[in-house]
């Protein structure tokens, strides 16, 4: 059974067992199951305007996907205590730790790893500002994101790299057994 097929068969589901917690990609649609009860994830394209809380909102969604990949690596597509003891403990560890986890364990290369680095230092440094305005991006050189032409290379690159996060996902997603998930629910 496929993700599509599995999304076929419990669209008609109103509630599920709470024993299940995964995020769902397939194609451009994005569900979430989670305390018994599915509901749309986030859209598939990620928009950025030059707006702190609309950055900041976007680094959200993809550290969200951080947790998750680990969460299936370890646990599967579990609801249960020791996932919910996992999400506490994943609160915990820095986003450039988990980065750096990734490609230990070889789900990023390390030239994404890099390109993950960079753009969450811009993440890490929009936290700590007023305004936008403040925050350099460091692909190979300085650019300022008060520039048009610095904030279209940051908005570029993070565009890149939520797809190939996305992509990323979907392929650690394709490890489940489908078949066993369903008979759960």
Known sequence: MSSAEFLKKINSKKKFSTNVRLYIIEKNNHYFINEGRMSHGFEAKISLSKNR?????????????????IRLRIVGP????????????????????????????????????????????????????????????RPKKNV????????????????????KLLKIYVMEQEKINWQKLYESL
């Open 53 to 69: 809380k609309n950055i900041l909102d976007a680094f959200s969604k993809m550290a969200f996907l951080f947790d998750e990949i």
């Open 144 to 163: 300022s994101l008060a520039t048009i032409s610095g904030f279209k290379k940051f908005q570029s690159d993070l565009v890149i790299a939520w797809t």
């Open 78 to 137: 579990s609801g249960d205590s020791e996932s919910k003891e996992l999400l506490y403990i994943l609160n915990l560890v820095p986003v450039n730790r988990k980065i750096r986890t990734f490609l230990d364990w070889g789900v990023f290369g390390p030239e994404f790893t890099r390109d993950m680095s960079r753009l969450f230092e811009v993440r890490n440094d929009a936290i700590h500002c007023v305004s936008i305005d403040e925050v350099t991006y």
